[in-house]
């Protein structure tokens, strides 16, 4: 399956060698790599892999473009802890993902991986439709009580690894209430704002009330929030995965959807009109806020993504730019908040959901060790990498558990799955949930006893 340059690379001439030029191998990077600090091989560092990107890309080193080659560069998180830890501003999660779609583009897979990843990646997230019918079927199954049926009987244990990933299944919420998102929420009182709003693909899915939530704080706060149909998956997870070209062709369809948004004020507008494009989930986020660096090359869509990309706004990061509201309803509970490294290191923004937590009457917050350390969620990575996806959960578990916080904060899909299997692994009565529900609770006066009571 190697592709031993016998001939040249397929898209290795749109690889940026100015950015990856950046790194001086100070190695300043290696004490904040995850992978570095479980495995302690260089390969498995950020200046490893950067290493290894240079020596299979360069004609002169000619460094054969294999298994082993790729096993270091799919190992990475993507985190992106090297970047903040990094001098010199070296990109590393857009040089991985440059380096991934390289390798996409010339390693021959094998049948069952195309297989896979043709229908996650280019099937189903793009496609509303059928991911609505798959979490539909989904709610059924959990619904009518076959899971556990299926868990007692012990067949998950004989499918082997798709049985494990079944474990991994959240509780689906009622189809319902996806259905309940209109085009366009009007604002609670006078209309302050006007928002775009993006619910996301999996999202949407699995954390329907946080995204329920998330409009409702944005409407307590005076926004109009737009809700365009035609939006789809943000491409976040092709993008991690190589697929930079489908990745491209999902934000010309974000952004052509904003590009046509109405409002109240305007009945055929633009993203222009609108405050701020607003996402609750901080992988969607990082990608969404990197569609200018990713269609840069793109002359119908370079200035109009750059354009959306301006806009893009994590929700805490919207609520302390504006005025916010304080909720007045009383959450007595101490919380912790952990980072998810897309909004901490992909976004730089840190203080922001602290400060929405903090206005929770009542609410005590404490400051987790290591929160902004990588849970081993990463997008798919629990499901490609397990062992390790499990030893980097294990070292977060530690800090939570010392907290002895009643919720674990943290605003990112992934994230939030993962620290809740950690918790019930742990046996710990704690709780995972979004910064935002907490505040939608706190606006509502739902008292803790009864939504910590929630299944
Ligand atoms: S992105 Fe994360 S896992 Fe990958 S090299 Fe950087 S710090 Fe290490
Ligand atoms: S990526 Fe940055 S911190 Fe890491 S070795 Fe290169 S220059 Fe140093």
Redesign the pocket.
């Known amino acids: 399956m190697a592709n031993q340059h016998t001939q040249p690379l397929i898209g290795v001439d749109t690889f940026n060698w100015k950015k990856w030029d950046a790194c001086t191998h100070c190695g300043l990077?290696l004490p904040?790599?995850?992978?570095?600090r479980e495995l302690g091989l260089e390969t498995?560092?950020?200046r490893g892999?950067l290493y290894l990107m240079g020596s299979a890309f360069k004609e002169e080193d000619a460094t054969p473009l294999n298994e082993e080659w790729s096993e270091y560069i799919y190992r990475?998180?993507?985190?992106?802890?090297?970047?903040t830890a990094c001098p010199s501003g070296v990109h590393?999660?857009e040089l991985?993902e440059e380096a991934r779609s390289i390798y996409e583009q010339n390693a021959s897979r094998s049948v069952a991986y195309r297989f896979w990843t043709n229908l996650v990646f280019k099937q189903l997230l793009p496609n509303k439709e059928r991911l609505d019918l798959m979490f539909e079927l989904m709610w059924l199954y959990q619904r009518l009580g076959i899971r556990r049926i299926v868990q007692k009987l012990g067949i998950l244990k004989l499918m082997g690894r798709l049985g494990e990933m079944e474990s991994l299944l959240p509780k689906i919420p009622s189809p319902q209430l996806k259905y309940t998102i209109r085009d366009i929420t009007p604002a609670k009182g006078e209309t302050r704002y006007r928002v775009g709003f993006i619910p996301g693909c999996i999202m949407n899915q699995v954390f329907t009330e946080t995204n329920v939530a998330t409009i409702r704080v944005l409407t307590e706060n005076g926004c109009e929030v737009v809700t365009p149909r035609k939006q789809t998956c943000c491409g976040a997870l092709h993008l991690h995965n190589g697929l930079r070209d489908v990745a491209s062709a999902l934000a010309k369809q974000n952004i052509d959807a904003f590009g046509a948004v109405s409002s109240s004020r305007l009945p055929r507008a633009g993203f222009q009109d609108l405050d701020a494009i607003i996402i609750n989930s901080a992988g969607c986020g990082a990608a969404l806020k990197e569609y200018g660096v990713l269609l840069e090359n793109d002359p119908a869509y370079a200035e109009k993504a750059e354009h959306f990309s301006h806009r893009m706004r994590d929700i805490s990061e919207f609520l302390a730019e504006i005025e916010m509201i304080p909720p007045t309803g009383e959450i007595k509970r101490r919380v912790t908040y952990d980072e998810p490294?897309h909004l901490l290191h992909g976004q730089r923004v840190k203080e922001q959901p602290r400060k929405v937590l903090q206005s929770i009457p009542g609410l005590a917050l404490i400051e987790l060790t290591e929160s902004e350390w990588?849970c081993g969620s990463a997008g798919i990575y629990n499901i490609t990498q397990p062992e390790l996806s499990q030893e980097i959960l294990e070292r977060k578990m530690v800090h939570i558990a010392e907290t002895d916080a009643d919720i674990v904060a943290t605003g990112n899909p992934g994230c939030l799955l993962q620290i809740q299997l950690g918790i019930q692994k742990h046996g710990l009565s704690m709780k995972a949930m979004h910064p935002v529900n907490l505040l939608d609770y706190a606006y509502r006066g739902i008292a803790p006893e009864a939504f910590l009571a929630e299944e």
């Open positions: 990077c904040t790599c995850p992978t570095y498995d560092s950020p892999r990475c998180l993507d985190c992106r802890a090297c970047e590393f999660g991985l490294c990588c």
